[in-house]
């Protein structure tokens, strides 16, 4: 199976992602279906380990502020946006009274991190970047496990504004979450390092 942007006659529908396989992810940006193998272990481990690290002080409140929801991979469904699905987004609690969502999230996240791997790179970096200025989404965050580095931007004015990249030696306190410290070099341990020429 080819990945990427899929050719249809009109603008995607909820019916193209439900024939999808189970295998890969669909996303639905600008009319246009976009579809992506499921991300590999050691995507997922990066996930997993960056999600422990935010969920505990801000979605939980443990050593922490609170006041965040935060999930990895949320299907979200706007109506400018029929389904989108960043690899972790958080929600300010004040803009989500009723708690979480029986199915998808209806409502714009904060922020949203989307880890770069060899075949979603360009489309994270081309079409999701610039679709998440249009809806308004606060806080972006790009981690790339193969250079081991997290850039860091806001939105301002309609345009992303890159407040740092950091490497895996750094100890951070980045936007929105810098109430606490990210030691960077913790996130990717099961990533095999690369060889040193």
């Known amino acids: 199976m080819a990945y990427g942007a899929r050719k249809q006659e009109g603008p995607a529908t909820f019916a193209d992602l439900d024939a999808l ?8 940006i600008d009319g246009t279906l976009y579809v992506h193998p499921w991300p590999g272990a050691a995507h997922s481990d990066l996930l997993a380990e960056l999600g422990t690290e935010l969920i505990g002080p801000f979605h939980k409140g443990r050593g ?11 299907g979200i469904r706007l109506a400018n946006a029929p389904e989108f699905v960043p690899d972790l987004a958080g929600w300010r609690r004040e803009r989500v009274p009723h708690g979480l969502p029986d199915g998808s999230w209806t409502l714009v996240p904060d922020w949203a991190c989307e880890v770069l791997s060899p075949s979603t790179r360009a489309y994270d970096q081309r079409i999701k970047r610039p679709f ?25 004015e309609g345009h992303w504004l890159e407040l740092g990249v950091y490497g ?19 996130l990717w341990p099961a990533i095999a390092t690369p060889p040193k020429e």
């Open 168 to 186: 895996e030696d750094d100890i951070i306190r980045a936007a929105p979450f810098d109430a606490i410290e990210l030691r960077l070099g913790e």
């Open 64 to 74: 922490g502020p609170g006041g965040w929801l935060i999930h990895i991979g949320p």
């Open 21 to 28: 396989p189970e295998n890969v992810v669909g996303e639905i």
């Open 132 to 156: 998440y200025a249009r809806i308004g989404i606060r806080h972006l965050w790009f981690i790339d496990p193969e250079a081991r580095t997290l850039s860091v931007s806001e939105l301002r």
